[in-house]
C-alpha cells in the first residue's frame, strides 16, 4: 500500500488543522493506522493511532482533547482532525501503516510510511 498524506499549512495558535491520508490499495481497511510528528532536531514520534476497525484508538496525552483520529475505510482515508493548534504542534506530520489486527504505537511496528506534510503554527 501507498499512502498520500495532505493538509498540512501555516495556522495562528488556537486555529485548526484536517490532515488526511489516502491509501493506494483496498487492503488498507486490514491495516493498523497512525499519525506521527517530527520537529526539528527531534525524534519522530507517534501524535495518534486507529485500529483497522477504528474502534481502538490511542493519542498521546499532549494532544488529547485537541486532536481527533478518525478512518473512513470505504474511501481509504484516515484524518488527524486538529483544534487549538500550539507553536509546539509545529512539525512534519507522517501518516503511516502497519498491517497488524492490533494497536501500535511504536515506530518500528509501521512498514509503510507518507511523504509528509509540514504543519507550522505560528504564535
Known amino acids: 500500500v501507498q499512502l498520500q498524506a495532505s493538509g498540512g499549512g501555516l495556522v495562528q495558535a488556537g486555529g485548526s488543522l484536517r490532515l488526511s491520508c489516502e491509501a493506494s490499495r483496498r487492503s488498507f481497511s486490514r491495516y493498523a493506522m497512525a499519525w506521527f510528528r517530527q520537529a526539528p532536531g527531534k525524534e519522530r514520534d507517534v501524535v495518534c493511532a486507529?485500529?483497522?476497525?477504528?474502534?481502538?484508538?490511542y493519542c498521546t496525552d499532549s494532544v488529547k482533547g485537541r486532536f481527533t483520529v478518525s478512518r473512513d475505510n470505504a474511501k481509504l482515508t484516515v484524518y488527524l482532525q486538529m483544534e487549538n493548534l500550539k507553536p509546539e504542534d509545529t512539525a512534519v506530520y507522517y501518516c503511516?501503516?502497519?498491517?497488524?489486527?492490533?494497536?501500535?504505537?511504536?515506530?518500528?511496528?509501521?512498514?509503510?510510511w507518507g511523504q509528509g506534510t509540514l504543519v507550522t503554527v505560528s504564535s
Open positions: 503511516a501503516a502497519a498491517n497488524d489486527y492490533a494497536l501500535p504505537i511504536v515506530r518500528f511496528r509501521y512498514t509503510t
Open positions: 486507529i485500529s483497522w476497525s477504528g474502534i481502538h484508538i
